[in-house]
């Protein structure tokens, strides 16, 4: 694969990478393929909240909160590592 870079060639790439470690993967993966390297800066937008005070959140709720926003934020670390 020959790649060609242009000044400003910027892409938007989107994945629910809620679901698992696999889903980042498979966002490095694209994103490699596309330019040839892998990313040296990304932009994490990823977030959710849920309105509600911390003793009345239920747990599906709190689940949900810790895997979108620690858990990806993580995944998405441990990739720019690798």
Known sequence: MQCVFLSGDTRAFTQDIS???????NLFIDVAKTFCQTPCCIVNCAGVTQDSL????DENDFDQVIQVNLKVTDNYSCWMLV
């Open 19 to 25: 679901d698992s470690a696999e889903s980042v993967q």
């Open 54 to 57: 911390l003793l009345k959140m």
